[in-house]
């Protein structure tokens, strides 16, 4: 009961800094271990051989995705707060326009829906988008070669991996209030 009453309360401003800091930090750290599953997993014929460097197209994804999800937490009115509040902050971490960054975002969100249709499921979206970003479709065997589609045994490992980089409203919101 008073776990409710003591929640601490956040700005805005103090919640985009958790948001962004959050996603870059678990992007950056945990891409490594996305980076070996790809590139040992048996469904690819020869290894993608993808860099643990090149984490930029799975931040932005995954920056993406918790982006949108936004929507489903929080009213309207924060939701416009909160979202302008990172885009700011984006900006100057990208040295960038902020019209620019709230266009990559959408682009990234737009791809995500795009490789998922008719699903509406993030997650799956996500693993499917990085799977298209990360051009996998090349090291895999014939038959999934030439259907242009991820071999679902992949996915279905890739989605159990992916879970980790969604934002955990839940756990947030027992903790934290806006």
Known sequence: MFGTLLRKRLSSDQF???FINAIFEATEAGFEVIADMMNSDPAFVVSPEIKKESFDQFQLIILAANFHLLDKFFE???VEEIKSDIISKLAIIYN???LKIKEVIKHYYQFIQR???PSKNVLYGISKAIFFKYNLSDFQDEYFKRMQTPNPLFLKRLDHLIENFLWDWDVFMKKYKL
């Open 76 to 78: 309207p009115q924060e």
């Open 115 to 117: 490789v998922n249709h």
């Open 96 to 98: 960038a326009d902020a």
């Open 16 to 18: 985009s800094n958790i």
